[in-house]
Nanobody, 125 residues
Framework: QVQLVESGGGLVQAGGSLRLSCAAS?????????IAWFRQVPGKERDFVSF????????FYADSVKGRFTISRDNAKNTVTLQMNSLKPEDTAVYYC?????????????????WGQGTQVTVSA
């Protein structure tokens, strides 16, 4: 069991930056899970944003965020960070982090076992 808590969301103008964090709480640990970020807007499916393997060797991004977002993890601090730069209004969504022990298709939300409650990111034009 892994309890995930996201933080760092908020309101920012287009072109600005936000830094999201995903932390394991309640005495649980993010290792040895792979961690991914997904985002969702009302009425739409949850979309893949970024993935990092548990040792950080494999990193993937959705094409829509490549070059603007950076994922990293610090297993000693039990956190994963998503640095989001050059934000656009279309980045507006609830962002979720997810953990999975064995992830074959990193873009598939069904591959993940644990989810946080989400954090709202709103980018104004």
């Amino acid at each position: 069991q892994v309890q995930l808590v996201e933080s760092g969301g908020g309101l920012v103008q287009a072109g600005g930056s936000l830094r999201l964090s995903c932390a394991a709480s309640g005495g649980t640990f993010i290792s040895p899970n792979a961690i991914a970020w997904f985002r969702q807007v009302p009425g739409k499916e949850r979309d893949f944003v970024s993935f990092i393997s548990w040792k950080g060797r494999d990193i993937f991004y959705a094409d829509s965020v490549k070059g603007r977002f950076t994922i990293s993890r610090d297993n000693a601090k039990n956190t994963v960070t998503l640095q989001m730069n050059s934000l656009k209004p279309e980045d507006t969504a609830v962002y979720y982090c997810a953990a999975g022990r064995i992830v074959s298709v990193h873009q598939n939300p069904d591959e993940y076992d644990y989810w946080g409650q989400g954090t709202q990111v709103t980018v104004s034009a």
